[in-house]
């Protein structure tokens, strides 16, 4: 029989699940710790369906902590410590479950807070985070894999006090002992690191249907993709390569700009020539975007995540931007090809 505060946290999960500013796709995650065990969302699976079907995975909590405490290798496959007789449907924990495990606190919240984002991808990140979040015992965590690298970098910073964690170039997390304390946090961090949004354009769609002609690609049915092209400092920030790990997982290396003159088509036929898989976004500057016919739902959240992102870094902003080593070390993860072998199937949608 689930507690309260276990049944409160689905409440919580699917709440923040369906707010594409704070989780996109099958991104972020939700825990609670409970008799020595850290119920933590599955990878794969969406928060806004956390009260339509199964999405907690049950982690023998101590074993892993001293996994992590002795930097055992294992901790990087965290399904080793599931605990299987209370996992019937078989599901992987989350990517980022030694985050959670690391945060003493019952509750954990982490979210890819696209304010959050926008503050994280910024070489003074960590200045800014501090100037907004005074008060708050917080730390900014430098860039590193989710996984061990990402839990070591945590461990080295990790105060007693600490209950929120912005991560460099990746999202938000926030702890607390209760469910309602967590929510109330997350909603006062992502409201404190709330900037700008620049506005942009309305695509021209005219232009971009001529452009899709006989291709694999579409005009996408949510308009507000558009923006990262439209607007075009969002798209010279889109231009200048991966910003977080989720854009790499689920849109690729960096992002697709069209030249001049260049159609879908053009493109498609370059990229199979070079034998380059197609991008699932296209984007034509000063013209909006066009999205694969096929592209997934996961895909299609990260887009949308891409312009909400870039429409919050100031155009002055000096940013950091994944290295080619990190763009690979991510897509040759056991963990992620997991993620991408669930959303090409279709499986997170279930």
């Known amino acids: 029989m689930r507690s309260l505060e276990f049944e409160a946290l689905l409440d919580v999960s699917a709440r923040v699940g369906a707010d594409p500013l704070l989780v996109q796709g099958a991104g972020g995650n939700t825990s609670i710790k409970e008799v020595g065990t850290l119920w933590i969302k599955a990878s794969g699976l969406w928060l806004a369906h956390a ?44 990517i980022e479950t030694t985050v959670h495990a690391l945060m003493p606190q019952k509750v954990v919240i982490h979210v890819h807070c696209v304010e959050t984002i926008a503050t994280a991808v910024q070489t003074n ?30 461990a ?12 460099g170039n990746h999202g938000l997390a926030v702890a607390a002992e209760t469910v309602t304390d967590a929510a109330m946090l997350l909603t006062d961090v992502s409201r404190r690191l709330t900037g700008q949004r620049r506005s942009a354009s309305s695509a021209d769609l005219a232009a971009l249907s001529r452009l899709a002609v006989d291709s694999g690609y579409c005009l996408p049915d949510d308009a507000r993709l558009h923006a990262v092209a439209t607007d075009l400092e969002s798209c010279r920030i ?6 977080y790990p989720d854009h790499v997982i689920f849109l690729g290396k960096g992002s697709v700009i069209a030249a001049p003159g260049e159609t879908a088509v053009s493109i498609e036929t370059d990229r199979k020539e070079r034998g ?27 887009a949308r995540c891409l312009a909400d992102v870039t429409a919050r870094i100031p155009a002055s902003a000096r940013l950091r931007y994944l290295s080619d080593a990190e763009n690979a070390e991510l897509l040759g993860w056991d963990a992620e090809k997991y993620r991408q072998k669930l959303n090409r199937a279709g499986q997170a949608l279930q």
Do not use: C, W
């Not at 605990?83 to 924990?93: A, D, F, K, Q, V």
């Not at 699932?280 to 959240?301: H, N, R």
């Open 51 to 94: 009260r339509q079907r199964d999405v907690m995975v049950p982690v023998a909590l101590d074993l892993l902590l001293d996994a992590l405490e002795r930097d055992d290798p294992a901790t990087e496959k965290t399904q080793d410590f599931v605990i299987s007789e209370m996992n019937p449907s078989g599901l992987r924990p989350s």
């Open 125 to 154: 990140g960590g200045a800014i985070a501090a100037e907004r979040l005074a008060g708050i015992p917080h730390v900014f965590v430098p860039y590193a894999r989710p996984g061990l690298p990402l839990a070591r970098a945590i």
């Open 156 to 167: 080295e910073r990790l105060q007693e006090k600490t209950s929120v964690l912005i991560l």
């Open 238 to 243: 889109a231009a200048g390569g991966s910003l």
């Open 276 to 302: 380059e898989t197609l991008p699932p976004l296209l984007l034509f500057p000063g013209k909006g975007v066009l999205v694969e016919k096929t592209i997934s739902a996961g895909a299609l959240a990260m």
